[in-house]
């Protein structure tokens, strides 16, 4: 990309911001994922205003019955309803609360702590290096699925504990990702002209290492996030996620599985939402993983 | 555009390379155009984003037709076997243009050679694939080649693997592919520019020793104007996507003629030749590919008037096997007339 | 030279080799030299010369394997890394790769403030107006405090990069290779700006490069590299007039000269062979190998430097004999 002469005045932030937002909706891909993103958090922020029912509320008279597009069915319960007569629509959109606690806190928790660890890990080395990347290694090699479930059997349903432990369980891919960035730029020219400044040690990480990881790991993010939405999705399949009581989208395919054949929308309603989630999340991730790429990007002088 | 009767071997007009790029389209390559006399060294001199590079890699159909855009009015060689028109992949393909009658050198070694491949054997696919020798016969032309670019010790060296050479021996073995099929042209592309001093002058000596061999014409571009004086026969002077000034190489150094070819002679530092203050360019190099109607070099001329910024110096000869694109006569101090 | 800004003693860079076991690599391997106040040093040489390690072993960014660094009168190599890292704003330096040695994410007003914001405790409208002062001095417009590096040309970077380098009125500056990167027409601005930045803060460079004809016109004195040591160091005029290191000469012929007159009476004197791996050196002269003079003596003993002129160090037993360029 050329630079702009000196001489031409133009006096503000290149349009770093804009460049992106305009980027953003000329990928056909990273504008839908976008829009996931949005409708989802959208939709867990204001389930209360968005569903037209209670969700737990049940009806027996309106039990099972079709979406609106099918006989029978009506625009009052417009994705049906399950045996209990509750409307399948607001189960989903108070399911996309579940979906995304568990992702947005979940890898939060990863996030910060694989941040952290591999920060330590990379920039220091050594013995540190060492202990973190066994340490790391030593949870890498369990079978996550497994290992997700044993856990979740032992503690109990809950919606923390889940978070807690697709949280802590994904640590190491964060961590893995960090020091390996963290291992490449801690050679670069800009850090060695950073010590050569004299910038203290701590300084160098905060305000030099860690804005260079926003990219790599905001990527990243985005996949673990359709990551665990799936994975939720099968563990609360499973009953081991929250309890019954709480819609999730896996509590609901489970529930609507004896009747597939003969009420197929209980089931496949809150599967799709499962697939658009999670497709939705890694369209984004891609789009931001190119947009990052500087080959990709732009034509080389 | 030429004096009369000499042998053109290699012809362009009008060469224009457009690059399709999410922030709209940059225009590299503005209308070049070119000939390589036989038995010529030609020196494309330019600096960044003059788009010497591009021109050559478009003149080789080495562009990406998804991302670059190229038109010639005419691409001629005049191979072995006739006329080839370069504008024709099927022509490129069938001649084996790139390989048998073009030779070209890559600016970086390291990104040309296949690191997994020994470069005995890298050599051997290329005499294998253009004149279709038999693995024995190109075996022992890859070692041939290898001594013939001053690699001591080449048969051992041809078991090497690139990471295992010097810089200065990867473009050596460059050299020895380019050269590997006997080619009438050799294009080279800044060959030298990665290199130490010392190797630098080994690697123009090699090129002059077989230029001279092999009856070469070469295409040399380079930012350098130490090897411009060093090898060239003719000089022509690019700026922002199109030639300024095209002359013999003593005319170049005795009497430039365009503002920026000044300019530069001036900017650099001689040996021995001590001064206080380097005199230097004002402004920047150009933005890359931006389609001016107006000259590009105006910003930055001393000479600059309206004219400058509004109409687009026409390439005239200006006798002496010279061209010129330029509104002002810099020995006249005055514009030009017409 | 009493009161040197740099002082230089038997300086060692040695790294330890790849694999366990393997010999060191000596890069650099007993250098030593002086610079004096307002005074710029150029430091010559090809790839694996050790120049551009010497320029970061002498600010501690490699610690020296042996050897003293004076830089006025503290020496380096016996402080610890803290007390290093404090005495920075008074040497400093400018990289060859204008583009990797600023931070992507940074703007370049927090470029330019850091050594402010890191070593001072002035205030950030104080810290601002330095800023502004210091963009001045270079030659940039203060518009561009808010943008990034990639949206700036080579040449304007490096000026970034000396804005940096000068935040804390150093009183050595090290610029390594400052302007190699440039375009030819851009290298004259930024040489420039560097002889007149000297003149007005008196400001002592040690420049590290290898196109000679720059080093010529900027250095005062000039010390040549080869294979970890210096193998020849003088005046400008006396090292470019009658150079008496046989390397010295052969790197001089080497220089393409920008004219094509007498081109083919041009003699170039030619160098055998191979650089030699700085981790086996050759016994004797590490030039020995490709010197086109060498004799018996030279492959087994150590040249030591000395002076054959007034300020004129070469380490060849030849030395007298070679008659100069």
Known sequence: MSAPAIDADRGEVSGRVSRGWRALLRSPGGAAGALVFVALTSMAVLAPLVAPHDPLQQNLRAANSPPFWSDGGSWTYALGTDSLGRDVLSRIIYGARVSLAVAIGGVAIALTLGLVFGLIAGYFGGRFDRFIVSANDLVLSVPYTLLVIVIAAVVGNSLFNVILIFGITDVPVFLRVTRGEVLKLRDSTFIEAARAVGVPRRRILWAHLVPNLVGPLGTLATFEMSSMILYEAGLSFLGLSVPPSTPSWGNMISAGRDSLEVYPWISIAPGVAIIVAGLGLNLLGDWFRDALDPRTRRVPR | MSAAGTDRLLEVRDLRVRFRTTEGAVHAVQGVDLELRRGETLALVGESGSGKSVSMLALLGLLPAKVAEVSMTTAALHGRAGIIDLRDPRQLRIHHVRGREIGYVAQDPSSSLNPTVTVGEQLAETVRHHLGLSRRVARSRAVELLERVGIADPAARADNYPHEMSGGMRQRVMIAIAISCTPSVLIADEPTTALDVTVQAQIVDLVRDLRDDLGLSVLWITHDLGVVADLADRVAVMYGGRIVETSPVFGAFDRPLHPYTIGLLESIPRLGRRRERLSSIAGLPPELGADLASCAFAPRCGHAFERCHAQLPAEVATGEDRTLACWFDVEAGAPRHG | ?325
């Open chain 3, 1 to 325: 030279m009493d009161d040197p800004v740099l002082r230089v003693d038997g300086l060692r860079m040695w790294f330890p080799g790849r694999r366990r076991g393997s010999p060191p690599v000596r890069a650099v391997d007993g250098v030593s030299f002086e610079i004096g106040r307002g005074e710029t040093l150029g430091l010559v040489g090809e790839s694996g010369c050790g120049k551009s390690t010497t320029g970061r072993a002498v600010l501690q960014l490699h610690r020296p394997t042996e050897g003293q660094v004076w830089l006025g009168g503290t020496e380096l190599t016996s402080l610890d890394d803290e007390q290093v890292r404090r005495l920075r704003p008074r040497m400093q330096m400018v990289f060859q790769d204008s583009y990797a040695s600023l931070n992507p994410r940074h703007s370049v007003a927090r470029i330019i403030a850091e050594p402010l914001l890191v070593h001072t405790d002035l205030p950030r409208s104080a810290v601002d107006s330095r800023v502004l002062e210091l963009l001045d001095l270079v030659g940039l417009r203060s518009s561009v405090v808010s943008r990034f590096a990639h949206e700036f040309s080579g040449g304007q970077r490096q000026r970034i990069n000396i804005a940096r380098a000068l935040a804390l009125q150093p009183e050595l500056v090290v610029c390594d290779e400052p302007i190699s990167a440039l375009d030819v027409s851009i290298q004259a601005q930024v040489i420039n700006l560097l002889a007149d930045l000297q003149h007005e803060f008196g400001l002592s460079y040690l420049f590290i490069a290898h196109d000679l004809s720059m080093v010529e016109h900027i250095s005062d004195r000039v010390a040549v590299m080869y294979l970890g040591h210096v193998v020849e160091s003088a005046d400008r005029a006396d090292i470019f007039a009658s150079p008496r290191h046989p390397y010295t000469q052969a790197l001089l012929s080497a220089v393409p000269v920008p004219d094509p007159h007498g081109r083919d009476q041009r003699r170039r004197i030619p160098l055998s062979g191979e650089l030699p791996s700085p981790q086996s050196p050759p016994p004797g002269c590490v030039f020995s190998t490709r010197c086109p003079v060498a004799v018996e003596r030279c492959r087994s003993e150590m040249p030591v430097e000395r002076e054959i002129a007034p300020g004129h160090r070469v380490a060849c037993h030849l030395a007298e004999s070679t008659p100069g360029r």
